[in-house]
């Protein structure tokens, strides 16, 4: 079994992602964070929603990016205020996190 493990995030993007396609308004948007580039994470960008993907949801995301949750992991959620600099009103963005690692003959 592969023994690398990485860490997955995901988040509302309020404004939309501009990467790796721009998305007309909020959607949720998921990462795995990995040596390199961040423009070169394997990314996974729901269309436009406010909706929370769900579990499932989430890992076939994982899994089209070639991942999936490490042993005994679960997904962690953290609330914390936007940044002053953005152009509408601070709010509280929720954050997931879950550690992950790369399917056995995927593509990661």
């Known amino acids: 079994m592969n023994k690398q493990i990485f860490g997955a995030q995901m988040s509302l993007r309020c404004c939309g992602p501009t990467f790796p396609a721009r998305v007309a308004g909020p959607c949720w948007q998921l990462y795995v964070a990995m040596t ?11 269309p436009a929603s406010t909706e929370v993907p769900t579990v499932v949801q989430r890992r076939d995301a994982l899994t ?16 914390h205020v936007g940044p002053d600099y953005h152009p509408h009103p601070a709010r509280v ?8 690692r790369p399917l056995e003959g ?3």
């Open 36 to 46: 390199g580039l961040v423009s070169e994470w394997p990314t996974y960008t729901w």
């Open 64 to 79: 089209e990016l070639g991942f999936t949750l490490a042993e005994d992991a679960e997904w962690e959620w953290t609330e």
């Open 93 to 100: 963005l929720l954050l997931g996190a879950v550690k992950v």
């Open 106 to 108: 995927g593509a990661a």
